[in-house]
């Protein structure tokens, strides 16, 4: 069935090349006005024509993600009282908490899940899932090199100050260090991990997205093949460890496969509602999804031991919006990752780096891009800021944020370098100062599921371009980019 429209056309029309048609608009005072056709410069005309077979396949990749999300809420029922909400300690909810968290668990392939707007960002989610799993002489791996800058603190590869991170508690730390965790496709190195484990490992970390490192993020196969050889003794020089528990941090992960990394194993995952999963709509919140016995640990550390899932209050807006951004999710990740093929199409062809690279399957919704100086970096963030709708008019400026460390990165980090059974301490310390600059006019403060930027003012100046509502403002975005730098 065909259906018109005034809007620009879902998929590039290959056939007309013309990008600066004109049309006469005749006015009541009898004026004839001319009127470009197509609001894209020409370099993005040519990169939106060039990929539609990869547009094509993201639309299929919606369709059987809101398949699933469809079913998950058929099966929970979910009904108009479900968006009621509550007050107080939370206890009489109308059933909506319930069956959010239900639907949640099915869709991505969880026993159990918690979606709770207490939770106020993605690194505070993870936390509750670390501390879910570790006690006092436990080790935590990091599997990928380090993990995002947020989780210093929590972890206490950055001195928290007594603060409680894991080190304080007595849990040690590891992990697969930079010069050894790549392999020269830009995946894990397979050989680095299998030497890593140790018997007191308890829990083995994750980070599906890449950061702010430049290597291309995780995809869920590599992710299951990781948990399998942490699990299971596939080398006969190694004994892996059975019972160590993986914790996946999923933010920008969620809904660019069609697989989430329950499905392939992980005990736990966890991200951000003001990510992917939020739709663009849900405020605030985040989520632990997994087995269901450390779900409930993670519960219990997000409210106290023995309140678990059955408490705390959301208003019903609020709710309503985590229904409703859940089910626009798919969708929503589906513009993004258009957004990605566009940006990385239009910013290789100027000779600029790319990371992921041009029409390569995606696995989360970050395009990196390596611009080389600290004024393309700048240009490029404000190009960004001006093309957005909240703030337009406001200069983006680089300064230190909440969580995030204030030497450069990685910074007074003690890793273990594991060659083959031996390891030795190495520390690097760099105390040159880390400023990272950010470009975000969202209507929800920091929702990095709308479009936006950042990236650290250091070599090789890489900024990070995430999320988007739809495709068509990151063509309008790239114009700016590409006069101002």
């Known amino acids: 069935m065909w259906a018109l429209s005034c809007a620009i056309s879902a998929y590039p029309t290959r056939h007309r090349r013309t990008s600066r048609a004109l049309v006469s608009v005749r006015s009541s005072s009898r004026v004839s006005v001319s009127v470009h056709h197509h609001p894209f410069v020409p370099e993005v005309v040519e990169a939106v024509d060039s990929l539609y077979s990869e547009f094509r396949a993201v639309d299929n990749l919606v ?73 006092p002489g436990d080790e935590l791996l990091a599997v990928a090199g380090a993990p995002y800058d947020t989780l210093e603190e929590v972890i206490g590869i950055r001195d928290s100050h ?48 890449c950061g702010y490192s430049w290597r291309r993020s995780l995809s ?8 399998k050889m942490i699990k299971a003794s596939l080398f006969n020089r190694t004994i892996q460890n059975p019972n160590c528990l993986v914790m996946v941090d999923n933010c920008y992960g969620e809904f660019v496969e ?19 999963p939020g739709g663009t709509v849900a405020p ?22 023995g309140l678990g899932v059955d408490c705390g209050s959301t208003p019903g807006d609020i709710m309503r919006a985590f229904f409703q951004g859940l089910f626009l999710s798919p969708q929503m990740v589906g513009e993004a990752i258009k957004g990605g093929f566009l940006v990385a199409e239009v910013m290789a062809s100027k000779g600029y780096k790319v990371q992921p690279l041009p029409r390569v399957p995606r696995h989360d919704t970050v395009q990196a891009v390596q611009l080389g100086s600290r004024e393309r970096l700048l240009a ?7 093309s957005c709708p909240v703030g337009s008019f406001i200069k983006p400026v680089a300064g230190s944020t909440p969580g995030y460390a204030s ?4 910074s007074s980090i003690q890793l273990c370098i594991v060659l083959y059974g031996e390891s030795s301490d190495v520390v690097f310390h760099i105390d040159a100062g880390l400023e ?50």
């Open 63 to 135: 369709a059987r993600n809101t398949a699933r999300v469809l079913k998950a809420y058929q099966n929970a029922r979910v009904v108009s009282h479900h968006f009621g909400g509550c007050t107080g300690y939370g206890h009489d909810e109308a059933g909506g908490r319930e069956a959010l968290d239900k639907a949640f668990a099915e869709i991505f392939g969880a026993e159990s899940a918690i979606v709770r707007s207490q939770f106020f960002s993605g690194t505070h989610a993870i936390t509750c899932a670390l501390f879910a799993f570790l006690r």
């Open 162 to 209: 007594g603060l409680g991170s894991l080190k304080d508690f007595g849990v040690t730390y590891q992990e697969v260090p930079i010069i050894f965790q790549l392999a020269t496709d830009g995946g894990l190195d397979w050989d680095a991990l299998s030497f890593a484990l140790k018997p007191q490992t308890k829990c083995a970390l994750i980070q599906r997205s």
């Open 220 to 227: 869920v196969h590599e992710i299951g093949r990781a948990i």
């Open 258 to 276: 069609s697989m989430e990394p329950p499905m392939v194993g992980a005990d736990l995952i966890a991200g951000s509602l003001i990510k992917n």
């Open 284 to 305: 605030c919140g985040g989520y632990v999804a997994g087995r269901e016995k450390w779900v409930k640990a993670a519960a219990a550390r997000l409210s106290a031991p």
């Open 380 to 386: 490029f963030c404000e190009a960004v800021q001006r």
């Open 407 to 410: 030497e450069v990165w990685p």
């Open 436 to 485: 990272v600059v950010f470009a975000d006019g969202t209507f929800i403060d920091g929702s990095t599921s709308e479009l936006s930027c950042d990236g650290p003012l250091r070599e090789p100046f890489s900024v990070f371009c995430q999320g988007g509502t739809h495709w068509t403002q990151w063509g309008l975005v790239l114009g700016e980019v590409l006069k101002s730098i």
